[in-house]
Structure formats: C-alpha cells, structure tokens
C-alpha cells in the first residue's frame, strides 16, 4: 500500500514553507494608495506567490482573485473611484512619476503572465479603461532563473508595487525590504531546486489557502 507523502509544515502567514518562511522580511508598511491586486487563479498555485506576499507586506492592500470581475461590487466600487490608476505598460499608459505630486487612491494591479493578464483586461472593459500608469525598473526581474519575464522591464507583482510606491511617495527605501524579502525567497527556493531537496513550482494546497477571492 502506497503512503501519502508528508505534509511540510507551512507559514499560516507567507504560506511558504516554515524552511523558508519570508515573514521576517515583510513587515507591513503603510502608503497613502491602496494596492488591489487581481490575481489570475493559476498564479495563486506558484511555489512562490508575488501577489500574496504583497499583501502581506503593505498594510493597505487587498487581493481577489478571478479573471471576470464585472459582478464583484467591491472591484466595482474601487474602479470608479476618481483617480482610479491601473499599473499597466504599453501604448498610453503614462510614467508613474508623473503622478508622484498626486498620486492615486488606488493602485490597480494584474497578477498573471502577459497572456493571462491580457485575457483579464478584455474581460474587465471598466478596468480595462482606467489611466494606465508604467514603470521604468531599474534592474532586471528578481526572479532570476526561477521564472522568465515576457520582456525586458516586466517584473514581478511584489517587485513593481514596491518601485510604484516608493516612486508615488518619493521614498524607495521604505519599500526596498519587499523586494529584498522577494529576492532572497527566490535565492532560498533555487537552492533547494538545485540540491538534493528538490521543491516542486507549486504549492499543494495554495489554490485554497491564498485568500480574498473574487
């Protein structure tokens, strides 16, 4: 007869791995603009889940996940809200420092591939037509080897809401700990893929434990 494999214990918190728990580097911290965060339900079941460690590490965040959100009254509710920005690249969207003098009372942002998040933004047309805000990252992905980025510029959730913030409240510092908490998560997680404990991309479970669903 087969046994189940055991169960590693978890953070009930970072929802990492008690080995490689990240909550000692993200404390929360306050901004003036509230993060949404849509997340895609396949990015809820990564190994290391950006989104959720973002919302653990601001005090003025919240994350639903989906992909139609056009019946979620509390998405609706923030969409309409004046001032509403979506973080978004492309055509139109405007740099992020050129609302640093007035920035947004809600920060919108799309947890998912390019493909996904794409997906997302024709499905939602009100959020979808929000003013679009773009970052201009300063170094590389901190995902390194672990998961590659469509483009140069993209970055992960928690690594674009940190630069957003620290660039809308001209105070990068207060946000750099995300990113470093980010970061050595990733270092932690490459090491155990490429040692003798080797961890799988997904977290078992996590679809069911990353919370704030749509």
Known sequence: MLSSPAVRPTCPRCLR?????????????????????LQHPREAGL???????????????????GFDFG????????AAEPGTALLFPGEGAAPIASRAADPPPV????DATWPQATKVLRANPAIAALPRLALSPCRPSGYGDLRREPADGHLPTIEAVAEALGTLE????????????????????LACARG??????HRPGARALAGGGS
């Not at 920060?107 to 799309?110: E, G, K």
């Not at 050595?184 to 997680?189: D, E, G, I, L, S």
């Not at 003798?196 to 991309?201: D, H, L, M, Y």
């Open 17 to 37: 791995p008690t080995d490689f728990c990240a909550c000692a580097g993200l404390r929360p911290v306050g901004s003036r603009t509230r993060v949404v965060i």
């Open 47 to 65: 190994a290391i889940c950006s989104a959720w460690l973002t919302r653990i590490a601001l005090e003025n965040a919240e994350i639903h996940r």
């Open 71 to 78: 019946r979620n009254p509390r998405i609706a509710a923030l």
């Open 107 to 110: 920060l919108i942002v799309v």
């Open 170 to 189: 001209d105070d990068p510092a207060r946000f750099a700990p995300m990113v470093e908490a980010f970061r050595m998560t990733v270092a932690r997680q």
């Open 196 to 201: 003798p404990r080797r961890s799988p991309r």
